[in-house]
């Protein structure tokens, strides 16, 4: 990737506090949800940022748009600090940071026309002049997603779930962002709908020259659709490389499972795979293991490692560096693996 | 070739057949869509509710009498006549009371009086309170804590012993029945407060609350524009509800005399005085409370449906 | 049929609704033999669901279903729900998708094993069911089985809750095992977990098991038969490899070309279907998924396609083309 980052993230923090008491609310522990994550986006480009439920991916999501404020490190868009930014330099940022959320139920207000969802963005910036020019551009935001210009007077709840996911596209792009933040965009979707909608990202990206920051835990997805991928495990990211790179030599233990557990529609295939199988359960984020969180269920640890490498787990936490694999992995003994 | 096909309107918890996906064949049917917004399903439930509808009907009529009133007999409610303690008759249908003044007259200035009273209370009330709860809601905090200490402060404050006291003061003057819709008013917020409080509180953390933000909507475009919109379901049956709480506190305020003064008339009033005549002129006694009960059990089943109407039932079904 | 332990036949499952009747299951056919895994693979719409919860008889009272369900050769449409709660949970058992609300949070979860136990076999004695419980816990890979038999659900994970429930399932030894969606609410790792525990349970009951989900992947993985439901019917049937391999409908080619694949190395554009699943009050005329078929003719809008075999293979399609198919993929 060349050129300069559009977006560049450096020790991003975000911990929730676990508030008890009964008068006076105190804060009886937190929760870690992101701990010192780094990457950088570039523009016209995609980063798959995948993981299962706490790995803090859609925190991350959201802490880039500030719709929850992170704890600590630092958000750099196009050189700009964006955590340092008062409300109105934040606001005016929103037209070129911009997000798709996950449910499609759940994010289109149901008492409002789509239209009228669609232009909300234009309205709060009060964007174009007067409601002609808001209701062109309305009718050609709905026609670029591949919706009926026509049908902005109806209701969400008249819509099909891939509809109304374009509804929310649509959203996003009425102020010509740079980079959107799509969480989980196609997971709540129908198999058959979900390649229709990819594809209509990938077309947009190309159009509209658009950075994505594409979250999800569905691989398959992530593998179609990215051009670096980086693999979150309760808050920290333990593996970023090449999109390439990273599916065809997965260098940590926890990347080799995950891929490994991702069943493929192919009957041969899918009978003769490799198989990495994690023992156990996810640890609790408010206490995570010491040194390397992913030690508790990491086969390597369990079955390869010597007592003295262990203790290097359990003491030690891992750096996301390049071990000789060809790609920064957050492994003390990363090691590629064809698991596909 | 192919025409389109008309459907009805979506399933729930089906994915409706709208407009075909783009890429798609140019033989692709297209199902007609029909246009159906949230309050039209809504008023199509409330018709169903057949109770509810005849309610209506009912409480449509006793709002028609008593605001058509002056129009409708030919005598007036100050005026005596010459006719004293009449029974009902063709001259007059509710019968007159001692100084020869028209019941019927009567009844429908007081019933007239009475539902301003209770409308106005409801409107006030409701107004005020849904603002307490969705400030309380939204920006929780200090700002929750404040509100909510003084809605409980209000709740356990004795409504009728300082409805007393407050009342006593404006006695006997002309434009009685402003205080009395204040102070009603300023003593029936609070239940609405904490409902729309609860409701708030779970409509923030709804994604379209959160894609609001995330374009740069103010708060107070997020309040009044998407949280306000979607409580109004629970928020208008409390307000048929709160009408009919209010009638029932400005009848015990003027039966114990401290509400609607003299010369002006209430049904409380006009009960308040007939009480001592219940048996042997019943025409001054009854019909005032027939009236008054009539109203409220309309105003209470009409709320019922509507309840019913923004929550339906449904059997849910999963393929 | 010998060694059938389900045979369903001509099933036809209707709702009644504000909008009219919903007919969710539209005419199904297929059968299932002793220890066999038979996966029902169906997007939303499909009937997939309703026609197993037929099977169980667990649809609510404004269902009206229609056709023969037989267990193990006797019928189940009409009998008295005493005698089919007598099967459900002992010869029949059912696993559903969120173990969140699957198990009572104020009873431990040994107690409520024993309690599916008790329902059956009203003989054994209170320590041998909670006995039982925690060998059941053992046997679906919960360790510390006899400290967490004494546990509540909100201390399980979600994992261990859908172990949990598989336990429940087999506690009465079921000849059939119907499994809705048992891990489409769990991580990906999770769900690898599970799929093994439910062949470990197949194996220690020989039940027949029917794993119900839209997940191609997973059906693909465990299944040794599979069935393709659209519309309420069904499109198409056969082993597994033969229905991935060779499809002979065009909704499974679809599907197929739509998805995207772990394996795939290319940026190859997918091939999405067009238009959305009907609506199942008024579904299409003819073959339902002629307004989204490639390949429909006017034959398909005409006349409704029965599953029929396709000569020279063991497969099913209901399709009137099915044999000029033969694996193709659509452009």
């Known amino acids: 990737m060349t050129g300069q980052a559009v977006l560049e993230v450096r020790n991003l923090v975000k911990h929730f506090p676990i508030t008890g008491g009964d008068i006076i609310r105190r804060r009886v522990g937190e929760v870690h949800a992101v701990c010192d994550v780094s990457f950088d986006l570039f523009p016209r480009s995609t980063l798959g940022l995948v993981g299962e439920s706490g790995s803090g991916k859609s925190t991350i999501g959201r802490c880039l748009l500030r719709l929850h404020e992170p704890t600590a490190g630092s958000v750099r868009f196009e050189g700009r600090d964006v955590l340092a930014m008062k409300p109105k330099e934040m606001r005016r940022l929103r037209r070129e940071l911009q997000i798709v959320f996950q449910d499609p139920y759940a994010s289109l207000d149901p008492r409002m026309t789509v239209g009228a969802i669609v232009a909300e963005p234009l309205r709060v910036h009060r964007s174009g002049n007067g409601d002609g020019e808001v209701n062109d551009r309305v009718r050609e935001l709905l026609r670029l997603v591949g919706l009926n210009p026509e049908h902005g007077n109806r209701y969400p709840h008249e819509f099909s779930g891939g509809q109304r996911q374009r509804v929310g596209i649509a959203r996003a792009l009425a102020l010509d962002p740079t980079v959107i933040v799509l969480d989980e965009p196609v997971s709540a979707l129908d198999v058959s709908i979900q390649a229709g909608v990819v594809n209509l990202l990938e077309e947009l990206q190309d159009r509209l020259d658009l950075a994505y920051l594409f979250i999800a835990h569905d691989l398959s997805v992530v593998r179609h659709i990215s051009d670096q991928v980086a693999v979150m495990y309760l808050g920290r990211m333990v593996e970023i490389g090449s999109r390439d790179d990273v599916f065809t030599h997965p260098s940590h233990p926890y990347t080799q499972a995950l891929m490994s557990a991702v069943p493929v529609p192919d009957p041969v295939r899918e009978r003769e795979r490799p198989r990495v199988v994690l023992t156990g359960d996810l640890p609790s984020p408010s206490d995570p293991p010491s040194g390397c969180r992913f030690r508790t269920r990491c086969p390597k640890f369990a079955g390869q490692l010597s007592e003295g490498e262990q203790q290097r787990c359990i003491d030690e936490v891992p750096a996301l560096v390049d071990h000789g694999t060809g790609h920064p992995a957050a492994c003390h003994y990363a090691q590629a693996l064809t698991v596909l | ?319 | 049929m010998a060694g059938s332990v389900l045979e369903v036949e001509n099933l036809h499952v209707t709702f009644a609704s504000p909008d009219g009747p919903v007919k969710a299951v539209r005419g199904l056919d297929f059968s299932i033999g002793d220890g066999e895994s038979l996966g029902i693979v169906g997007e939303s719409g499909s009937g997939k669901s309703v026609s197993m919860l037929a099977v169980m008889g667990l649809l609510p009272r404004n269902a009206t279903i229609t056709g023969s369900i037989r267990f193990r050769g006797q019928e189940l449409l009409g009998r008295p729900e005493a005698e089919l709660r007598k099967l459900r949970g002992g010869k029949m058992a059912m696993i559903f998708q969120d173990p969140m609300t699957s198990l009572n949070p104020v009873l431990t979860v040994g107690f409520q094993i024993a309690e599916a136990i008790e329902a059956h076999r009203p003989d054994t004695d209170r320590k041998g069911r909670l006995a039982r419980a925690a060998e059941l816990l053992d046997l679906v890979g919960i360790p510390n089985a006899t400290t967490r038999v004494r546990q509540y659900p909100h201390e399980f994970s979600g994992g261990m809750r859908q172990r949990a429930m598989i336990a429940m399932a087999i506690a009465n030894d079921p000849d059939l095992l119907v499994a809705d969606e048992p891990t489409t609410a769990l991580d990906v790792t999770i769900q690898a977990q599970i799929m093994a525990v439910l062949e470990r349970a197949q194996e220690a009951t020989g039940a027949a098991i029917v794993l119900i989900t839209h997940d191609l992947g997973v059906v693909a993985g465990t299944a040794d038969r599979v069935m393709v439901m659209y519309a309420g019917r069904a499109a198409e049937t056969g082993t597994i490899y033969d229905v991935f391999g060779h499809s002979r409908h065009p909704y499974t080619l679809g599907l197929l070309a739509s998805l995207p694949r772990l394996d795939d190395t290319g940026r190859e554009r997918l091939v999405p279907i067009p238009g959305s699943p009907p609506s199942m009050v008024h579904p299409p005329p003819g073959c339902a998924f002629n307004p989204r078929c490639p390949y429909a003719r006017a034959l398909c809008k005409a006349e409704m396609p029965v599953l029929r075999p396709i000569e020279g293979t063991g497969q099913c399609s209901a399709c009137h083309f099915a044999e000029d198919l033969n694996g193709a993929r659509p452009t």
């Open chain 2, 1 to 319: 070739m192919l025409e389109p096909r008309p459907a009805p309107g979506p399933l729930p918890g089906a994915p409706g057949p709208g407009v075909p996906e783009p890429g798609a064949p140019d033989e692709l049917v297209e199902f007609g869509v029909e246009v159906r917004s949230q309050w039209r399903l809504v008023l199509g439930r409330f018709f169903r509710h057949r109770l509810a509808m005849a309610s209506l009907f009912l409480l449509a009529l006793l709002v028609v009498v008593a605001f058509l009133g002056p129009h409708l007999s030919r005598h007036d409610y100050t005026k005596p006549g010459p006719d004293l303690s009449q029974a009902p008759s063709i001259h007059h249908w509710f019968g007159t009371n001692e100084l020869g003044i028209d019941t019927f007259a009567q009844v429908q200035r007081g019933a007239q009086r009475s539902i301003e009273v209770a409308f106005l209370v409801a409107f006030l009330s409701t107004t005020f309170g849904s603002i307490v709860g969705a400030l309380a809601g939204f920006y929780r905090g200090w700002i929750d804590t404040v509100l909510m200490r003084l809605t409980d402060l209000f709740l356990t404050i004795p409504t009728l012993a300082v409805l007393l006291v407050v009342a006593a003061r404006y006695r006997g003057s002309r434009n009685s029945w402003i205080p009395i819709v204040l102070i009603i008013a300023g003593f029936t917020w609070m239940p609405l407060a904490r409902l729309v409080r609860g409701v708030t509180l779970s409509l923030r953390e709804r994604e379209f609350v959160e894609a609001a933000r995330a374009v740069g909507a103010s708060n107070a475009r997020i309040i009044f524009r998407h949280i306000l919109p979607n409580s109004l379901g629970p928020i208008i049956v409390n307000a048929t509800l709160v009408v009919a709480g209010a009638i029932l506190v400005e009848t015990a305020l003027s039966f114990l005399g401290f509400g609607i003064q003299p010369p002006d008339v209430s049904l409380g009033l006009l009960i308040s005085n007939g009480v001592q005549a219940a048996n042997t002129r019943w025409w001054l006694f009854y019909p005032p409370g027939f009236f008054l009960l009539l109203f409220c059990l309309a105003v209470n089943f009409v709320g019922d449906g509507l309840r019913d109407a923004f929550d339906p039932q449904q059997t849910r079904v999963r393929a």
